[in-house]
Protein backbone atom coordinates (compact mmCIF):
# COMPACT_ATOMS: atom_id res chain seq x y z
CA UNK A 1 0.00 0.00 0.00
CA UNK A 2 1.60 3.24 -1.32
CA UNK A 3 0.22 6.82 -0.33
CA UNK A 4 -1.04 7.26 -3.44
CA UNK A 5 -2.83 3.92 -3.31
CA UNK A 6 -4.46 5.19 0.24
CA UNK A 7 -4.93 8.52 -1.11
CA UNK A 8 -7.01 7.31 -4.08
CA UNK A 9 -9.28 4.84 -1.59
CA UNK A 10 -10.21 7.61 0.38
CA UNK A 11 -11.42 9.59 -2.36
CA UNK A 12 -14.86 7.24 -2.14
CA UNK A 13 -14.34 5.01 1.14
CA UNK A 14 -14.11 5.94 4.82
CA UNK A 15 -10.76 3.43 5.94
CA UNK A 16 -9.79 1.10 8.82
CA UNK A 17 -5.72 1.41 8.35
CA UNK A 18 -4.98 -1.26 10.68
CA UNK A 19 -1.91 -3.69 11.39
CA UNK A 20 0.78 -5.12 13.59
CA UNK A 21 3.51 -2.61 15.29
CA UNK A 22 6.35 -1.45 12.83
CA UNK A 23 4.34 -2.02 9.38
CA UNK A 24 4.05 1.79 8.40
CA UNK A 25 0.58 2.73 9.28
CA UNK A 26 2.99 6.27 11.18
CA UNK A 27 4.38 6.56 8.03
CA UNK A 28 1.80 6.60 5.68
CA UNK A 29 -0.76 8.29 7.45
CA UNK A 30 1.78 11.55 7.56
CA UNK A 31 2.26 11.17 4.15
CA UNK A 32 -1.58 11.14 3.80
CA UNK A 33 -1.80 14.81 5.44
CA UNK A 34 1.05 15.75 3.42
CA UNK A 35 -0.95 14.64 0.25
CA UNK A 36 -4.16 16.34 1.26
CA UNK A 37 -2.12 20.03 1.83
CA UNK A 38 -0.67 19.40 -1.02
CA UNK A 39 -3.83 19.12 -3.18
CA UNK A 40 -5.23 21.96 -1.28
CA UNK A 41 -7.57 19.97 0.71
CA UNK A 42 -8.07 20.48 4.56
CA UNK A 43 -7.17 17.41 7.04
CA UNK A 44 -7.71 17.73 10.77
CA UNK A 45 -5.42 14.74 12.75
CA UNK A 46 -6.85 13.87 16.00
CA UNK A 47 -5.69 11.58 18.67
CA UNK A 48 -7.27 9.21 21.26
CA UNK A 49 -4.83 10.28 24.12
CA UNK A 50 -3.02 13.07 24.65
CA UNK A 51 0.14 11.44 23.50
CA UNK A 52 -1.47 10.11 20.28
CA UNK A 53 -2.58 13.34 19.57
CA UNK A 54 0.91 14.96 19.96
CA UNK A 55 2.79 12.24 17.79
CA UNK A 56 0.41 12.82 14.79
CA UNK A 57 0.55 16.76 15.24
CA UNK A 58 -3.34 17.33 15.99
CA UNK A 59 -5.65 17.58 18.86
CA UNK A 60 -7.11 15.40 21.09
CA UNK A 61 -10.89 13.79 19.96
CA UNK A 62 -12.13 15.42 23.43
CA UNK A 63 -10.79 18.87 23.07
CA UNK A 64 -11.24 18.76 18.85
CA UNK A 65 -15.34 17.46 18.95
CA UNK A 66 -16.12 19.56 22.87
CA UNK A 67 -16.65 16.55 24.71
CA UNK A 68 -16.30 17.69 27.75
CA UNK A 69 -16.52 15.39 30.65
CA UNK A 70 -19.02 13.62 29.02
CA UNK A 71 -18.53 9.77 29.27
CA UNK A 72 -21.67 8.83 27.00
CA UNK A 73 -24.18 9.83 24.55
CA UNK A 74 -26.66 11.26 27.11
CA UNK A 75 -24.05 12.95 29.74
CA UNK A 76 -23.03 14.41 26.06
CA UNK A 77 -26.53 15.95 25.05
CA UNK A 78 -26.92 17.50 28.27
CA UNK A 79 -23.86 18.97 28.35
CA UNK A 80 -23.84 20.44 24.87
CA UNK A 81 -26.72 22.64 26.36
CA UNK A 82 -24.09 24.78 27.69
CA UNK A 83 -21.58 24.96 24.72
CA UNK A 84 -23.59 26.56 21.79
CA UNK A 85 -21.07 28.97 20.75
CA UNK A 86 -18.19 26.02 20.42
CA UNK A 87 -20.54 24.27 18.90
CA UNK A 88 -21.31 26.54 16.62
CA UNK A 89 -17.92 27.11 15.45
CA UNK A 90 -17.52 23.46 15.29
CA UNK A 91 -20.07 23.02 12.73
CA UNK A 92 -18.41 25.39 10.67
CA UNK A 93 -14.91 23.62 10.94
CA UNK A 94 -16.63 20.22 9.94
CA UNK A 95 -18.91 21.66 7.03
CA UNK A 96 -15.90 22.04 5.55
CA UNK A 97 -13.48 19.42 6.00
CA UNK A 98 -12.58 17.06 3.65
CA UNK A 99 -10.82 14.43 5.63
CA UNK A 100 -10.64 13.27 9.61
CA UNK A 101 -8.12 11.21 10.70
CA UNK A 102 -8.50 8.96 13.89
CA UNK A 103 -4.97 7.82 15.36
CA UNK A 104 -4.92 4.83 18.21
CA UNK A 105 -8.67 4.05 17.41
CA UNK A 106 -7.80 0.68 20.01
CA UNK A 107 -8.43 2.90 22.84
CA UNK A 108 -11.69 4.66 21.81
CA UNK A 109 -14.50 2.60 23.58
CA UNK A 110 -17.74 2.02 22.48
CA UNK A 111 -19.15 5.13 24.05
CA UNK A 112 -16.74 7.26 22.31
CA UNK A 113 -17.47 6.28 19.08
CA UNK A 114 -20.87 6.61 19.14
CA UNK A 115 -20.35 10.20 20.51
CA UNK A 116 -17.92 10.43 17.24
CA UNK A 117 -20.76 9.87 15.52
CA UNK A 118 -23.21 11.71 17.02
CA UNK A 119 -21.23 14.96 16.62
CA UNK A 120 -20.22 14.13 12.76
CA UNK A 121 -24.22 13.67 11.67
CA UNK A 122 -25.38 16.56 14.56
CA UNK A 123 -23.17 18.96 13.10
CA UNK A 124 -23.46 18.06 8.93
CA UNK A 125 -19.67 16.59 8.23
CA UNK A 126 -19.59 15.35 4.81
CA UNK A 127 -15.88 14.65 4.64
CA UNK A 128 -13.88 11.32 4.84
CA UNK A 129 -12.82 9.34 7.95
CA UNK A 130 -9.35 7.63 7.85
CA UNK A 131 -8.87 5.38 11.96
CA UNK A 132 -5.83 3.84 12.52
CA UNK A 133 -4.73 1.73 14.76
CA UNK A 134 -4.21 -2.08 15.87
CA UNK A 135 -7.20 -3.44 18.62
CA UNK A 136 -4.30 -6.50 19.34
CA UNK A 137 -2.75 -3.60 21.20
CA UNK A 138 -3.49 -0.71 23.82
CA UNK A 139 -7.41 -0.88 24.18
CA UNK A 140 -9.65 1.51 26.13
CA UNK A 141 -10.17 0.67 29.92
CA UNK A 142 -13.57 1.15 31.56
CA UNK A 143 -13.15 1.72 35.28
CA UNK A 144 -16.17 1.18 36.28
CA UNK A 145 -16.36 -2.42 35.32
CA UNK A 146 -15.19 -5.15 37.79
CA UNK A 147 -11.44 -6.45 37.01
CA UNK A 148 -10.74 -8.97 35.22
CA UNK A 149 -7.48 -10.81 36.70
CA UNK A 150 -4.47 -8.59 36.10
CA UNK A 151 -6.14 -6.61 33.55
CA UNK A 152 -9.55 -5.06 33.67
CA UNK A 153 -12.48 -4.92 31.01
CA UNK A 154 -12.31 -2.73 28.02
CA UNK A 155 -15.04 -2.21 24.77
CA UNK A 156 -14.01 -1.56 21.53
CA UNK A 157 -14.80 0.87 19.10
CA UNK A 158 -15.95 -2.20 16.84
CA UNK A 159 -18.25 -3.05 18.76
CA UNK A 160 -20.22 -0.34 18.87
CA UNK A 161 -23.55 1.18 16.47
CA UNK A 162 -21.16 3.52 14.98
CA UNK A 163 -18.84 1.55 13.59
CA UNK A 164 -20.96 -0.56 11.26
CA UNK A 165 -22.66 3.23 10.19
CA UNK A 166 -19.59 4.62 8.92
CA UNK A 167 -18.85 1.05 6.61
CA UNK A 168 -15.22 1.88 6.68
CA UNK A 169 -12.70 -0.29 4.34
CA UNK A 170 -10.46 -2.58 5.80
CA UNK A 171 -6.48 -1.88 4.92
CA UNK A 172 -4.74 -4.55 6.98
CA UNK A 173 -0.96 -4.14 6.51
CA UNK A 174 1.30 -7.13 7.22
CA UNK A 175 4.63 -7.01 6.17
CA UNK A 176 7.01 -5.55 9.41
CA UNK A 177 9.49 -3.02 8.26
CA UNK A 178 10.80 -1.90 12.13
CA UNK A 179 12.69 -5.50 11.72
CA UNK A 180 14.96 -7.47 9.16
CA UNK A 181 14.65 -10.71 11.45
CA UNK A 182 12.42 -12.84 10.06
CA UNK A 183 11.83 -15.33 12.78
CA UNK A 184 11.58 -12.42 15.32
CA UNK A 185 8.98 -11.02 13.26
CA UNK A 186 7.13 -14.33 12.76
CA UNK A 187 7.27 -14.74 16.98
CA UNK A 188 5.69 -10.81 17.41
CA UNK A 189 2.99 -11.70 15.21
CA UNK A 190 1.96 -14.82 17.64
CA UNK A 191 2.43 -12.58 20.91
CA UNK A 192 0.50 -9.87 19.28
CA UNK A 193 -2.72 -12.86 18.66
CA UNK A 194 -2.17 -14.19 22.37
CA UNK A 195 -0.83 -16.98 20.65
CA UNK A 196 1.60 -18.67 23.87
CA UNK A 197 3.03 -21.46 21.79
CA UNK A 198 5.52 -23.38 22.67
CA UNK A 199 8.04 -22.17 20.08
CA UNK A 200 6.83 -18.66 21.66
CA UNK A 201 7.82 -19.68 25.23
CA UNK A 202 11.21 -20.84 24.03
CA UNK A 203 12.31 -17.92 21.87
CA UNK A 204 11.20 -15.62 25.02
CA UNK A 205 13.36 -17.79 26.91
CA UNK A 206 16.32 -17.11 24.87
CA UNK A 207 15.84 -13.25 25.53
CA UNK A 208 15.88 -13.44 29.25
CA UNK A 209 19.35 -14.73 28.81
CA UNK A 210 20.37 -12.23 25.99
CA UNK A 211 23.37 -10.50 27.41
CA UNK A 212 24.37 -9.11 24.15
CA UNK A 213 27.00 -6.60 22.79
CA UNK A 214 26.25 -3.23 22.32
CA UNK A 215 28.02 -0.08 21.48
CA UNK A 216 25.84 2.16 23.59
CA UNK A 217 24.11 0.68 27.00
CA UNK A 218 20.76 -0.28 26.36
CA UNK A 219 17.78 1.61 26.98
CA UNK A 220 15.52 0.16 29.57
CA UNK A 221 11.85 0.21 29.06
CA UNK A 222 9.52 0.14 32.77
CA UNK A 223 5.67 -0.03 32.89
CA UNK A 224 5.83 2.92 35.30
CA UNK A 225 7.42 5.63 35.48
CA UNK A 226 8.72 5.66 38.51
CA UNK A 227 11.25 2.82 37.98
CA UNK A 228 12.19 4.52 35.13
CA UNK A 229 12.60 7.81 36.91
CA UNK A 230 14.82 6.53 39.67
CA UNK A 231 16.90 4.98 36.94
CA UNK A 232 17.78 7.85 35.06
CA UNK A 233 18.46 9.92 38.08
CA UNK A 234 20.66 7.17 39.49
CA UNK A 235 22.70 6.78 36.31
CA UNK A 236 23.43 10.13 35.70
CA UNK A 237 24.63 10.43 39.08
CA UNK A 238 27.51 8.32 38.35
CA UNK A 239 28.59 10.50 36.00
CA UNK A 240 31.66 12.39 37.40
CA UNK A 241 30.67 15.47 35.54
CA UNK A 242 29.20 18.67 36.18
CA UNK A 243 25.30 18.90 35.29
CA UNK A 244 24.16 21.18 33.01
CA UNK A 245 20.08 22.27 33.92
CA UNK A 246 17.79 23.17 30.84
CA UNK A 247 13.95 24.26 31.56
CA UNK A 248 11.44 24.59 28.79
CA UNK A 249 10.15 27.74 28.39
CA UNK A 250 6.13 28.22 27.44
CA UNK A 251 4.28 30.93 26.61
CA UNK A 252 0.35 31.48 26.36
CA UNK A 253 -0.52 33.86 23.62
CA UNK A 254 -4.41 33.64 22.66
CA UNK A 255 -7.47 33.01 24.66
CA UNK A 256 -7.24 29.21 26.15
CA UNK A 257 -8.11 27.43 29.13
CA UNK A 258 -5.14 26.43 31.46
CA UNK A 259 -6.26 23.14 32.15
CA UNK A 260 -5.99 22.48 28.56
CA UNK A 261 -2.21 23.61 28.39
CA UNK A 262 -1.59 21.30 31.49
CA UNK A 263 -2.79 18.27 29.74
CA UNK A 264 -1.17 19.27 26.03
CA UNK A 265 2.23 19.84 28.47
CA UNK A 266 1.66 16.34 29.96
CA UNK A 267 1.54 15.04 26.84
CA UNK A 268 4.63 16.40 24.82
CA UNK A 269 7.59 14.10 24.60
CA UNK A 270 9.96 16.48 26.67
CA UNK A 271 11.00 17.12 30.13
CA UNK A 272 10.24 20.24 32.27
CA UNK A 273 13.77 19.97 33.39
CA UNK A 274 16.40 18.52 31.48
CA UNK A 275 19.19 17.27 33.46
CA UNK A 276 22.38 16.61 31.47
CA UNK A 277 26.08 15.56 31.92
CA UNK A 278 28.76 15.35 28.90
CA UNK A 279 28.85 11.56 28.35
CA UNK A 280 25.21 11.06 29.19
CA UNK A 281 23.27 8.86 26.86
CA UNK A 282 20.29 10.56 25.48
CA UNK A 283 17.26 9.40 23.53
CA UNK A 284 15.54 11.59 20.13
CA UNK A 285 11.65 11.73 20.94
CA UNK A 286 10.45 13.39 17.63
CA UNK A 287 11.13 12.90 14.03
CA UNK A 288 13.45 15.78 12.04
CA UNK A 289 14.00 13.90 8.85
CA UNK A 290 17.43 14.09 7.24
CA UNK A 291 18.83 14.37 11.25
CA UNK A 292 17.56 12.48 13.79
CA UNK A 293 14.26 10.37 14.11
CA UNK A 294 12.12 9.61 17.40
CA UNK A 295 14.02 6.71 19.01
CA UNK A 296 17.22 7.53 17.52
CA UNK A 297 20.13 6.69 20.20
CA UNK A 298 22.92 8.94 21.27
CA UNK A 299 25.67 10.81 23.71
CA UNK A 300 25.87 14.66 24.80
CA UNK A 301 29.55 15.80 23.82
CA UNK A 302 29.28 19.46 24.39
CA UNK A 303 26.36 21.36 26.53
CA UNK A 304 26.18 25.25 25.84
CA UNK A 305 23.39 27.49 26.48
CA UNK A 306 21.49 27.86 23.23
CA UNK A 307 22.28 24.46 22.05
CA UNK A 308 23.94 20.77 22.86
CA UNK A 309 26.12 18.51 20.42
CA UNK A 310 25.05 14.70 20.63
CA UNK A 311 27.14 12.17 18.54
CA UNK A 312 24.90 9.41 17.25
CA UNK A 313 25.13 6.58 14.45
CA UNK A 314 28.96 8.00 14.10
CA UNK A 315 28.55 11.77 13.66
CA UNK A 316 28.04 14.96 15.42
CA UNK A 317 24.37 16.60 15.26
CA UNK A 318 24.06 20.59 16.62
CA UNK A 319 20.88 20.33 18.68
CA UNK A 320 18.42 23.58 19.06
CA UNK A 321 14.85 23.55 21.36
CA UNK A 322 11.99 22.34 19.26
CA UNK A 323 8.52 24.65 19.01
CA UNK A 324 6.02 22.60 19.99
CA UNK A 325 2.50 24.34 19.42
CA UNK A 326 -0.96 23.94 20.88
CA UNK A 327 -3.31 25.40 18.05
CA UNK A 328 -6.96 26.12 18.05
CA UNK A 329 -8.50 26.62 14.20
CA UNK A 330 -10.20 29.30 13.02
CA UNK A 331 -13.74 28.18 12.03
CA UNK A 332 -13.64 30.74 8.89
CA UNK A 333 -9.85 29.92 7.36
CA UNK A 334 -9.39 26.26 8.88
CA UNK A 335 -6.28 27.45 9.63
CA UNK A 336 -4.75 26.72 12.74
CA UNK A 337 -4.05 29.40 15.28
CA UNK A 338 -1.10 28.62 17.86
CA UNK A 339 -2.76 29.67 20.92
CA UNK A 340 0.22 28.82 23.53
CA UNK A 341 3.91 27.42 23.13
CA UNK A 342 6.66 25.45 24.61
CA UNK A 343 10.22 25.46 23.73
CA UNK A 344 12.98 22.49 24.81
CA UNK A 345 15.45 19.98 23.83
CA UNK A 346 13.65 17.05 22.10
CA UNK A 347 15.36 14.66 24.07
CA UNK A 348 15.45 12.12 27.50
CA UNK A 349 17.86 10.49 29.59
CA UNK A 350 18.32 7.01 27.40
CA UNK A 351 18.93 5.18 30.74
CA UNK A 352 15.14 4.82 31.02
CA UNK A 353 11.36 5.40 29.33
CA UNK A 354 7.95 3.77 30.02
CA UNK A 355 6.36 1.26 27.70
CA UNK A 356 3.50 4.15 27.33
CA UNK A 357 6.08 6.52 26.33
CA UNK A 358 8.10 3.84 23.81
CA UNK A 359 5.07 3.93 21.33
CA UNK A 360 6.59 5.13 18.02
CA UNK A 361 10.03 4.71 18.32
CA UNK A 362 12.32 1.99 16.82
CA UNK A 363 14.92 0.87 19.43
CA UNK A 364 18.29 -0.17 18.29
CA UNK A 365 19.26 -1.82 21.39
CA UNK A 366 16.65 -2.12 24.90
CA UNK A 367 16.30 -3.74 27.94
CA UNK A 368 12.46 -4.70 28.24
CA UNK A 369 11.25 -4.97 32.21
CA UNK A 370 8.07 -6.86 32.43
CA UNK A 371 7.31 -6.77 35.61
CA UNK A 372 4.58 -3.89 36.01
CA UNK A 373 2.99 -4.64 33.35
CA UNK A 374 -1.08 -3.53 33.45
CA UNK A 375 -2.99 -3.79 30.67
CA UNK A 376 -3.58 -5.88 27.42
CA UNK A 377 -1.36 -6.10 24.61
CA UNK A 378 1.58 -4.14 26.55
CA UNK A 379 3.94 -6.85 26.46
CA UNK A 380 3.72 -6.98 23.19
CA UNK A 381 4.02 -3.11 22.37
CA UNK A 382 6.67 -3.33 24.57
CA UNK A 383 9.06 -5.80 22.61
CA UNK A 384 8.05 -4.56 19.44
CA UNK A 385 9.73 -1.64 19.56
CA UNK A 386 13.02 -4.17 18.99
CA UNK A 387 14.27 -3.15 16.22
CA UNK A 388 17.11 -6.30 16.05
CA UNK A 389 16.33 -9.42 18.62
CA UNK A 390 20.63 -9.81 19.30
CA UNK A 391 20.37 -5.94 20.91
CA UNK A 392 16.59 -6.97 23.02
CA UNK A 393 16.67 -8.68 26.37
CA UNK A 394 14.02 -9.58 28.59
CA UNK A 395 14.08 -8.56 32.57
CA UNK A 396 12.13 -10.17 34.69
CA UNK A 397 11.97 -10.59 38.33
CA UNK A 398 8.75 -11.69 39.91
CA UNK A 399 8.33 -14.82 42.14
CA UNK A 400 6.22 -15.94 39.86
CA UNK A 401 7.62 -18.16 36.92
CA UNK A 402 8.67 -16.69 33.79
CA UNK A 403 5.80 -19.30 32.06
CA UNK A 404 2.83 -18.35 34.30
CA UNK A 405 3.38 -14.88 33.90
CA UNK A 406 3.61 -15.22 30.15
CA UNK A 407 -0.03 -16.45 30.11
CA UNK A 408 -0.92 -13.47 32.24
CA UNK A 409 0.31 -11.27 30.13
CA UNK A 410 -0.43 -12.61 26.82
CA UNK A 411 -3.55 -12.73 26.42
CA UNK A 412 -5.88 -14.34 23.40
CA UNK A 413 -8.69 -11.75 22.35
CA UNK A 414 -11.31 -14.12 20.96
CA UNK A 415 -13.34 -10.73 20.37
CA UNK A 416 -10.61 -8.94 18.26
CA UNK A 417 -9.90 -12.46 16.79
CA UNK A 418 -13.35 -12.58 15.49
CA UNK A 419 -13.82 -8.91 14.47
CA UNK A 420 -10.35 -9.05 12.23
CA UNK A 421 -11.20 -12.65 10.76
CA UNK A 422 -14.66 -10.76 9.75
CA UNK A 423 -12.83 -8.64 7.78
CA UNK A 424 -11.12 -10.85 5.34
Known amino acids: MTPDDLYYQLTDNNIFLSGGAGVGKSYLTTKIIELFKQEGKSVIPLGSTGISAVNIGGYTLHSFFVFGIASTLEELRLQDRKNSSRLSELKKVLQNLDLIIIDEISMVSVDLMDMIY ?51 KPIILEEIKRTKDREFAKILSSIRKGEVTSEVRSYLHTLLRNYFQSELDPTYLFGRNLEAELMNKEKLSMIDANEALYFWQKKKIGSVDDKRIESWLKALPIVESLHLKVGAPVIFTVNKWGKFVNGQRGVVVELEPDHIIIESEGREITL ?13 TLESEVVAYVEQFPIKLAYAITIHRSQGMSLASMVCNVDRLFVPGQFYVAISRAIDPKSLRIEYNRGESFDTYLDSVIVKNRRVDSFYKELV
Not at 118 to 146: A, I, M
Not at 147 to 156: D, H, M, P, Q, T
Not at 320 to 332: A, C, G, M
Open 118 to 168: YRLEQLGFNGRLLVVGDFYQLPPVVKEQKSNGLFEYSYYAFDSSAWSRFHF
Open 320 to 332: YRHDFELTKINPE
